[in-house]
Every structure is written in C-alpha cells, then in structure tokens.
C-alpha cells in the first residue's frame, strides 16, 4: 500500500464506522476504540520498511497518549495477505505480541475501510478529538 501523492489532511472529517476483526478474535467498531478525549487510527502492517522502522516509538507514543491523556487508539492492517503473506493474521499476533501493542490490531480483509479512510500508505495516522472529527 503506497501513495506518491498523499492527500492533504481534510481537517474536521468525521470518522467512518467500521466493523472489522481483530487478531484476538473479536469484532471491533469504532465505538469500541475510541478514548473519552479522542481516537488515534493506524494503518500499519508487518513488512512495511517504515512500520518496522518507527514501531517502538508508535507503541511508546501510543502507550503516553492512552494513559496520560485519554486518546483511545487502534491499528488496521489493509494489505491483501495473499500478495503479502507475512502480513497474514499469525503474523500480526506475533508482531503485536513481540512489540507489546497496547491497542486493538484489525485486519481489513477488503481495503474497504482503508478507502473509506482514504489510507494511501503504510504507516498511515489519522487523529481525531473527542467529537470524533479529523485533527491531523
């Protein structure tokens, strides 16, 4: 998943719902995910040189912002694992469970919701306040 021209941040968007299984089996919306002050979205998956390159300071990062200010967080990895298998879901428990996620890992079997989000590229954030509209 890679973009040359990422779009430009659209600054109060709502979020888009989504239903989508995590590596721990259950179903996640994003009800689910969201924090009292806000909600931090990941698309992130296992190979990419980026992810693999900035996944300790994300989990760090992410752990400050669910403890010390009430952001809620998720991951969702959007790749086709059929062309990408080390992005299948044994491999993101093992990922997950060797860098201590402290936040829900979703698979988007589909890419609908990474078009829905218009995720261009991997990892790719999108911060949103308590209203659940876009901050970054």
Known sequence: MVALNPP????????VDF???GIDGRLYRLADVRGPRGLLVMFLCNHCPYVRGAIER??????????EHGI???????????????????HMRRF???????????IDETQETARAWEAVCTPDFFGF????TLQY
């Open 8 to 15: 430009l941040c659209r600054f109060g968007w709502p979020a």
């Open 19 to 21: 239903i989508l299984p």
């Open 58 to 67: 994300i989990v760090r990062d992410v752990g400050e912002l669910q403890q």
């Open 72 to 90: 809620g967080a998720v991951a969702i990895m959007p790749n086709d694992t059929i062309a990408y298998p080390e992005d299948d879901v044994a």
């Open 96 to 106: 997950a469970a060797e860098h201590r996620f402290t936040f829900p890992y979703l």
């Open 129 to 132: 306040n308590a209203d659940l």
